[in-house]
T-cell receptor, first 114, second 112 residues
Framework: DAGVIQSPRHEVTEMGQEVTLRCKPI?????LFWYRQTMMRGLELLIY????????DSGMPEDRFSAKMPNASFSTLKIQPSEPRDSAVYFC????????????FGPGTRLTVL | GEDVEQSLFLSVREGDSSVINCTYT??????LYWYKQEPGAGLQLLTY?????DMKQDQRLTVLLNKKDKHLSLRIADTQTGDSAIYFC????????????FGKGTKLSVKP
């Protein structure tokens, strides 16, 4: 299995631009998670889906952030408009969704907003 | 909700043992996990322990669980420079969808 795939691996954009991060979970996994990691705040859960349905989006910082999961093999995290404080590494993770199953993380997208 | 606490930094000399500690507030998790994050990479599962166990050993790794004190630890024997990484403690949230509550991570630095 290829593991969790994220694209792009690096993104540099200017303030005000729209940014779209993409994730392909492991085939057969039912839950998908988006995290953000910064030096100051550590690893933060933004939102997670189960069977393509958003379950908890309480970690989404503000309305500029949105996430979708149109099918079991694809999810996007969009930031519009982006701001310099959004600069971070964004991770996607997936799991079978049963209690006790571990999460498998993608390699992350390093976002820099100038 | 669940709160998971870890110290942020640990520095050891190569060949010594490292002990990374974690405390938590909620005991409903069936499994407790240790993840490792190497520079520039995502988190990878290192080991885990079932909540009805006190200890689990896996080569150089020993996990100890004290449910009474809500304390989890990871011991790395004969620590090597390749063990330098951030180590995260994680617990399930008690639900059935695989959500985990992560600590802030402990950055382990191994000096030669």
């Amino acid at each position: 299995d290829a593991g969790v795939i994220q694209s792009p691996r690096h993104e540099v954009t200017e303030m005000g631009q729209e940014v779209t991060l993409r994730c392909k979970p492991i085939s057969g996994h039912n839950s998908l998670f988006w995290y953000r990691q910064t030096m100051m705040r550590g690893l933060e859960l933004l939102i997670y889906f189960n069977n393509n349905v958003p379950i908890d989006d309480s970690g989404m910082p503000e309305d500029r952030f949105s996430a979708k999961m149109p099918n079991a093999s694809f999810s996007t995290l969009k930031i519009q408009p982006s701001e310099p404080r959004d600069s971070a590494v964004y991770f996607c993770a997936s799991t079978r969704g049963s209690a006790g199953d571990t999460q498998y993380f993608g390699p992350g997208t390093r976002l820099t907003v100038l | 909700g669940e709160d998971v606490e870890q110290s942020l930094f640990l520095s050891v000399r190569e060949g010594d043992s490292s002990v990374i500690n974690c405390t938590y507030t909620d005991s409903s998790s069936t499994y407790l996990y240790w993840y490792k994050q190497e520079p520039g990479a995502g988190l990878q599962l290192l080991t885990y322990i079932f909540s009805n166990m006190d200890m689990k050993q896996d080569q150089r790794l020993t996990v100890l669980l004290n449910k009474k004190d809500k304390h989890l630890s990871l011991r790395i024997a004969d620590t090597q420079t390749g063990d330098s990484a951030i180590y995260f403690c994680a617990l399930g949230d008690g639900g059935s969808q695989g959500n985990l509550i992560f600590g802030k991570g402990t950055k382990l630095s191994v000096k030669p």
